[in-house]
Nanobody, 122 residues
Framework: QVQLVESGGGLVQAGGSLRLSCAASGRTFSRYAMAWFRQAPGKEREFVAAISWSGVSTNYADSVKGRFTIHRDNAKTTVYLQMNSLKPEDTAVYYC???????????????WGQGTQVTVSS
């Protein structure tokens, strides 16, 4: 069992930056692939970024490539999402997820946080 708690969301102007954090409980954190998804009002949940258990492999949605960076600190059982050059279309609730496989489909992830709101103003 893994419990995930996101933080770091907020209101930022277009072009600004935010760093999201996801703190995980449990000693098995390093066994899981981790990912960030987001969901805007009226839209389906979409993949943002994923990182393998070791941190060696990463994957990004095309819409965030070059702007967002995912990384993890297994000693701190925390995964981060650094978001730069934010756009209004990045506005959404951002969710952290843990799963057994390094995938981009939300169905592959078993554990989810409660989400943190990111709002980008134009």
């Amino acid at each position: 069992q893994v419990q995930l708690v996101e933080s770091g969301g907020g209101l930022v102007q277009a072009g600004g930056s935010l760093r999201l954090s996801c703190a995980a409980s449990g000693r098995t954190f390093s066994r899981y692939a981790m990912a960030w998804f987001r969901q805007a009002p009226g839209k389906e949940r979409e993949f943002v970024a994923a990182i393998s258990w070791s941190g060696v492999s990463t994957n990004y949605a095309d819409s965030v490539k070059g702007r967002f960076t995912i990384h993890r600190d297994n000693a701190k059982t925390t995964v981060y999402l650094q978001m730069n050059s934010l756009k209004p279309e990045d506005t959404a609730v951002y969710y952290c997820a843990a799963g057994d496989y390094f995938r981009s489909s939300h169905t592959e992830y078993r554990y989810w946080g409660q989400g943190t709101q990111v709002t980008v103003s134009s």
